[in-house]
């Protein structure tokens, strides 16, 4: 690694940084300055780094990494009900189950590229979406989603038939006499990981993934993937065996996905089997995809564009169409009305579909290429004009 | 014995469906090389051609009978379908048929279709890598299905089909296998239409001047085009071709179960594990394995099964799937140097 790049990516870290702190105010005049949707933005955007790791470095298009997110989501439960409403012993337990699940489902679907890869992984996505709607319904609840309850009542709480669905045991929170009104919530210490303490969680979180696959990316580890992605066939011939390497990026990726997962119910302790449908594993490959995959901001980018239209876009209905088009003459503005209408509210997902053929047809790198063109058209034009100024001057 | 003959039958229907969109996936691919994720959205469309042929066709005219009066005393209300009051029994022949008849706006729509998103879309992409095919048809896929969704709502449409062959068949009686093997008549015409569909692509195929170059050009594309033949241009039909075959799949497959927007995505994860189990590229291979594992589906929902191995109904094509490609790379009738990338 060369210094330049180094101190690059520093500066775009720290940067990255500060913009994350200063999001709950810097996103106040665009309308999205409040900690719901905040804590999407940056759980998502872990997703979507997580995703990055796998498909932007490796080239391998998985269409099952929603089954991580949902894995992570019902082991965060399951430590709420269970140990503590404390989210520390939730997350990391999150992350570890995700990535044994991803080490099993990696081993057996690396051993086929491309086509086959992305089908291989789409079936075990489904798989466990319909095993967790299924026979896994004592785990998952099925149908209902799995919920953190009242604690039992402390004469039953050392009964061995306890029903879990209905009652919490809490091991941790009863040892530590930890008293519970109403609701529980969950909190880390004593914070209660709503609102902005919530943000901030996950924030503080994403800033880590985030610095983390800065490192994955500019270390050997990184290059190692990059080659796999450029030509894996040149590399197995000079006596690499990739299919280390490709497990151990896939295992990272599923842990982002564990991690996002979780902070999922940390943010609402609750989990259902539509978290590992596979349109869940369609909205982060298109996360991904429209930030731009291989680049270290972009996923993060495409996140939070698509969770901003997606609340901006599903909000407005006839009522606020009507009034935007209210300078139309009133047949233009019902059928204005009736056209737009398509597209937002319910049709919010008819956008996101043209917007995802739009930028693969166009930019098939995302956004980053985009602002790449844009800014080497302004330098192109930078130099050019130098360059006149100095034969002018020459002249 | 007569559970397990049960079962197989069971299965030939829903086979039947998968064997045709997978046959439409394996044409698309070997032809053009594209894979092509929007192609449930296709079958959708064609099972939606059924249901507006229907509304069509049952729009009623109301006309107000002075002398019958209703409980609450006003004139009765005669609802009778235009094309009823129109062309009489034969307009009731229409109604009652309508899910077949419907095949005659399937066919020329779904052919247009197939060839505008050849022309429009698809083919800009194949020089591209497959993540951006998979990636654009997703959307496209996505787009179709919301449009479906704003038109038509979001509720599952029944279809009846032709009063006919709305009873059971009692196929057991025919074979000597008791009253017991019971079969409903439309799954049954459905397994007929599927076998004759997939006979007819394959004669086609094989007998045509057409299928010939077709083939020619599935097997060495840069060679037939330096003999002068236009092969994009046929490619294009074919393309057009498999469309319309997801879309008749599509479109008879409504009185089965009733459409609703998301029917395509829920068969389209099933049909690529049936392309990719029959081996891609490999029309025989997909037409195979898509009866096959239909028959399996309906084999692991009998109950024996259920209470030994629980919720194996509901992953047997994807255990079967990963069996497969683990065992055989290929896939069952793959053919060497398709897709190993």
């Not at chain 1, 872990?46 to 082991?75: E, K, M, P, Q």
């Not at chain 1, 930030?291 to 698509?306: D, K, N, R, S």
């Not at chain 2, 048929?97 to 194949?126: A, D, N, W």
């Not at chain 2, 449009?147 to 000597?176: E, R």
């Amino acid at each position: 690694m060369n210094q330049g790049s180094l101190t690059k990516d520093i500066i775009l870290f720290v940067i990255f940084a500060g913009l994350v702190i200063a999001a709950p105010v810097l996103l106040t005049p665009l309308g999205a300055g409040y900690p719901d949707l905040l804590q999407k933005f940056a759980i998502f955007g872990i997703f979507a780094i997580g995703f990055n790791i796998l498909f932007g470095l490796t080239g391998y298009l998985s269409f099952g990494h929603a089954a991580f997110l949902g894995v992570g989501s019902y082991a965060s439960v399951w430590m709420f009900k269970l140990l503590s409403m404390n989210v520390i012993p939730a997350v990391i337990f999150s992350v570890i189950v995700a990535g044994i699940f991803a080490l099993l489902i990696g081993f057996i679907t690396l051993r086929r590229s491309g086509i086959y890869f992305s089908i291989l992984t789409l079936a075990f996505a489904q798989m466990s979406y319909n095993l967790a709607y299924s026979v896994l319904t004592p785990i998952t609840n099925g149908e209902t989603g799995l919920q953190v309850r009242q604690l039992a009542p402390s004469d039953r709480a050392a009964d061995y038939v306890l029903n879990l669905r209905d009652e919490d045991l809490r091991i941790l929170d009863q040892a530590f006499g930890v008293v519970e009104q109403g609701i529980p919530i969950t909190n880390l210490f004593g914070i209660k990981m709503s609102g902005y303490p919530g943000f901030y969680f996950c924030a503080v979180l994403l800033i880590i993934a985030f610095g983390l696959s800065i490192l994955i990316a500019r270390s050997n580890f990184g290059m190692m993937l990059k080659a796999i992605k450029s030509n894996q066939n040149r590399l197995n011939y000079t006596g690499v065996n990739t299919r280390p390497y490709l497990i151990t990026a896939f295992v990272i990726s599923g842990m982002y996905a564990g991690l996002a997962g979780s902070l999922l119910a940390v943010t609402d302790p609750l989990a259902g089997a539509e978290r590992m449908q596979w349109t869940a594993s369609g909205e982060v490959v298109l996360m991904t995809i429209l930030g731009g995959a291989g680049t270290l901001i972009g996923p993060v980018l495409g996140a939070t564009l698509i969770k901003y239209f997606e609340n901006i876009f599903s909000a407005i209905n006839d009522n606020v169409l009507q009034g935007f088009y209210s300078f139309l003459p009133d047949s233009l503005n019902e059928i204005a009305v009736a056209v737009s209408g398509m597209f937002v509210g319910k049709g919010w997902h008819l956008t996101l579909g043209l917007l995802f053929m739009v930028i693969v047809v166009f930019l098939p790198g995302g956004l980053m290429q985009g602002f790449q063109l844009i800014a080497n058209r302004f330098k192109r034009k930078k130099k050019t004009d130098s360059t006149q100024h100095s034969k002018q001057a020459a002249e | 014995m007569d559970a397990i003959f049960l079962q197989i039958l069971n299965g030939l229907d829903k086979g039947g469906a998968y064997a045709l969109i997978a046959l439409g996936l394996t044409l698309a691919f070997g032809t053009l090389g594209v894979v092509n994720f929007a192609h449930g959205a296709l079958f959708m469309l064609g099972a939606f051609c059924a249901v507006s042929v229907n509304k069509i066709l049952t729009l009623q005219q109301i006309v107000l009978d002075p002398t019958q009066k209703t409980a609450w005393g006003t004139p009765l209300e005669i609802r009778t379908p235009y094309v009823e009051s129109w062309f009489g029994d034969f307009g009731l022949f229409l109604v009652d048929y309508s899910v077949p008849v419907s095949l005659l706006v399937t066919i020329p729509f779904m052919l247009l279709v197939g060839i505008v998103m050849e022309r429009g879309l698809i083919r800009h992409f194949y020089k591209r890598p497959h993540a951006d095919q998979i990636l654009v048809t997703f959307g496209l896929a996505i787009v179709l299905q919301e449009i479906i969704k704003h038109y038509f709502g979001a509720n599952p449409i029944p279809q009846t089909a032709p009063s006919i062959v709305s009873g059971s068949a009692n196929i057991g009686l025919w074979i000597g296998l008791g009253e017991s093997v019971v079969y409903p008549w439309w799954r049954l015409v459905y397994f007929g239409f599927s076998a004759l569909v997939i006979f007819a692509v394959f004669a086609f195929l094989k007998f045509t001047t057409f299928g010939m170059v077709v083939r020619a050009g599935m097997f060495n594309r840069e060679q037939v085009s330096m003999l002068g033949i236009n092969i994009e241009k046929r490619f294009t039909i074919v393309f057009g071709l498999a469309a319309v075959v997801a879309g008749m799949a599509g479109a008879m497959y409504t009185p089965v179960l009733p459409p609703d927007y998301h029917i395509g995505m829920d068969f389209l994860v099933l049909s690529f594990v049936v392309v990719v189990v029959g081996g891609m590229g490999s029309l025989g291979g997909a037409v195979t394995a898509g009866f096959l594992l239909g028959i399996l589906q309906s084999f692991a929902s009998m109950n024996e099964v259920k209470s030994i191995i629980p919720g194996i109904d509901q992953i047997i094509i994807y255990l079967v799937a990963v069996v497969v490609l683990l065992a055989l790379p290929r896939g069952l009738m793959g053919r060497k140097g398709v897709m190993e990338d």
